[in-house]
């Protein structure tokens, strides 16, 4: 079955022609169709336009990347502990504000002799730490390549290359820290997701047996990570319906990738939505502004 992706900008209808995609599948579909939204509230909204107009006609779940990461993780970290050869106990997802106080009391050695930053309090370091390591998960770049990436990408004078070492090796400590007492961070359901649990042929393979298919709105919002998991689906032949806003780019810079998920466009059957009137501030302004 050759997916759908639905191309246009904003209040083009494109939510809507999703809509319409999964209505029409009412006759192929047995077991649910994993439906994502790019975040909380757009699920909330996407979800009761779907239960007024889908109903129950087709089965479906929602969900949003972040939420559908953890809850897998958490639903098969046994898997994860015969994989990776963990202490068996039930794993624990810790908020940011205890991520944060947990980590600073880690790292209080550390804070005193080489990973202090001229300029930033402890908390602001370890805050910052801890988000690269979120970023860096959410772009499938592995803990280990960290610190390697930051020496090259930024700039000599902001940090010295000795901070950024200290850094990715505090990361890594942290990492194992949680690791063997089944503490759950975002960042690290994030990396055992992409990194651990998603290659597993039995997950796989179960996944299949699981959903149906997909449907994506709003693709241009999700992280990199997201794409693999789509590859599966499309790989199996199975339903898929995408929804991408080429003048998006909403949250670049803060774990979208919007050119990576653009990449799942091949392949599909291209769906282009007018674009805005030329005499609407989008049409005159737009691509400017996603310049800017």
């Known amino acids: 079955m050759v997916p759908i992706w639905i191309n246009g900008p904003t209040r083009s209808g494109k939510t809507q022609h999703l809509i319409d995609w999964l209505l029409a599948q009412t006759t192929a579909i047995e077991r649910p169709l994993l439906v994502f939204a790019a975040n ?5 909204v996407l979800a009761q336009r779907l239960t ?11 969900t949003t990347p972040a939420g559908f990461i953890q809850s897998e993780v958490i639903l098969y970290w046994p898997l994860l502990i015969e994989s990776l050869s963990l202490r068996a106990q039930f794993p624990l997802k810790l908020r940011p504000e205890n991520e944060q106080l947990l980590a600073l009391q880690l790292w209080e050695p550390l804070l005193a002799n080489g990973l202090q930053v001229e300029g930033w309090q402890d908390s602001q370091t370890v805050r910052r730490a801890l988000d690269l390591w979120q970023l860096a998960a959410s772009a499938g770049i592995p803990a280990e390549a960290i610190t390697q990436r930051l020496q090259q990408g930024m700039m000599p004078n902001l940090l010295p290359s ?14 194992a820290w949680c690791l063997e007492r089944g503490l759950l961070t975002y960042g690290l359901m994030t990396e055992l997701y992409w990194r651990s649990l ?4 039995q997950y796989q393979t179960q996944l299949l047996e699981r959903f149906a298919g997909t449907a994506a709105d709003d693709i241009d919002e999700y992280s ?9 689906f499309k790989a199996a032949g199975c339903p898929q319906s995408f929804t991408y806003n080429p003048s998006g780019q909403v949250r670049l810079g803060v774990g979208a990738d919007p050119a990576a998920t653009l990449t799942l466009a091949s392949d599909c059957e291209i769906i282009q939505l007018n674009q805005p009137s030329t005499d609407s501030l989008g049409y005159a302004m737009a691509d400017d502004v996603v310049q800017w």
Do not use: K
């Open 40 to 44: 909380g509230d757009n699920r909330m």
């Open 52 to 62: 007024a107009t889908v109903q129950d006609r087709v089965p479906y779940t929602t």
């Open 162 to 175: 000795d901070s950024w070492l200290a850094i990715g090796d505090a990361l890594l400590q942290w990492r």
């Open 198 to 201: 998603l290659p597993l042929p």
């Open 224 to 232: 990199a990570i997201a794409i693999p998991l789509f590859q599966i």
